[in-house]
């Protein structure tokens, strides 16, 4: 495995990528698990909760998803306990066959755009269809899509598929807001971190939960 850059949308070459139409996997062999291999282990070193292949200058249909690990946290102490693990997801060809019609504001940010975030209006529950690296169909139906599970960040990932980046489904009501000049210690008091009496896991603490 190894870690591939990611492409920044500010960049002219690598906005060719990032806005094609990616194209569909033929065959399931040795260099599609190799690529996907490559995708986790940039996302995870991104602390990222999912990246599509175009973001590592792939213009394929394949995506992988990381449903963060749930934690319970002592109000006394401050320490987390984890409840439920974190759950990987590797979706080649995917495509949403069903979703609500009724949609919800949810924040995001994006790995290809890094330090900004805004709300965007995502369906509240989809059924995907994908194929897995053996290339068996799956389907996960009727999933809900609240923060940072997988039918959220799938809406996300999908759209990257197709040359969308979050911004482009911004509305009204949305407001990118743009943290690349703060300060660490102004990131720690918006996230009320000074106030915590043991130092944060930088993994549970991190800001990876909007980074898609």
């Not at 062999?29 to 200058?57: H, N």
Request: net charge negative.
């Amino acid at each position: 495995m190894a870690v591939r850059r990611v492409l920044q949308i500010e960049d002219p070459t690598d906005a060719v990528v990032l806005r094609a139409k990616a194209k569909r996997i033929t065959s399931f062999d040795q260099s599609l698990a190799g690529l996907v291999d490559d995708m986790i282990e940039t996302m995870r070193e991104a602390r990222g909760v999912g990246i599509a292949a175009p973001q590592v200058g792939v213009s394929r249909r394949v995506v992988v998803i990381e449903e963060p690990a749930q934690y319970e946290e002592d109000e006394e102490t401050g320490e987390r306990t984890e409840i439920a693990p974190a759950v990987l997801y590797v979706m080649v060809n995917p495509e949403i066959v069903k979703a609500s019609e009724e949609t919800h504001m949810l924040q995001e940010g994006c790995l290809s755009m890094p330090g900004r975030y805004t709300k965007v209006p995502r369906n509240k529950w989809v059924t995907i269809k994908y194929y897995d690296l053996k290339g068996r169909e799956q389907r996960l139906r009727h999933i809900p899509a609240e923060d940072y599970k997988v039918g959220h960040i799938a809406q996300h990932e999908f759209d990257h598929l197709d040359g969308i980046m979050f911004t482009d489904r911004m509305t009204e009501e949305s407001k990118l807001v743009d943290y690349r000049k703060e300060s660490e210690s102004a990131r720690l008091k918006r996230r009320g971190l000074l106030a915590r009496k043991k130092r944060p896991d930088p993994e549970l603490e991190s800001e990876s939960a909007a980074n898609e």
